[in-house]
């Protein structure tokens, strides 16, 4: 059972940087030739957003236009683990930001991803 664990979250005053992390166990990844792992965030009242997205087996990556130049997301191999370094944090960054992951292919819906961690909150003051 794949199960996702994220760290990094905390408040932060605009124009700062956070890293969050999202550290990935029970598959051994090098077995599957597609996995595909993202970032979303939620505000209350709102579905979930997404902001990045990364191939393990490629390394290809993908950004929310709202996200590109700010947010970098990449992955350590030997850790099995995720990054989203985000950078020139806004107030409206402010979010419950989730870890998400698909054997295979996926885009930018929540709906393609199975398997979620349980959250950090962010929270980017003015």
């Known amino acids: 059972q794949v199960q996702l664990v994220e760290s990094g979250g905390g408040l932060v005053q605009a124009g700062g940087s956070l890293r969050l992390s999202c550290a990935v166990s029970?598959?051994?990844?090098?077995?599957?030739?597609?996995?595909?792992m993202a970032w979303f965030r939620q505000v209350p009242g709102k579905e979930r957003e997404f902001v990045a997205g990364?191939?393990?087996?490629?390394?290809?990556?993908s950004y929310a236009d709202s996200m590109k130049g700010r947010f970098t997301i990449s992955r350590d191999n030997a850790e099995k683990t995720v990054y989203l370094q985000m950078n020139s944090l806004k107030p409206e960054d402010t979010a419950v930001h989730y870890c998400?992951?698909?054997?295979?292919?996926?885009?930018?819906?929540?709906?393609?991803?199975?398997?979620w961690g349980q959250g950090t909150q962010v929270t980017v003051s003015s």
């Open positions: 998400a992951a698909r054997f295979g292919f996926a885009g930018r819906s929540q709906y393609e991803y199975r398997y």
């Open positions: 990364i191939s393990w087996n490629t390394g290809s990556t």
């Open positions: 029970g598959v051994t990844l090098s077995t599957y030739s597609a996995f595909t």
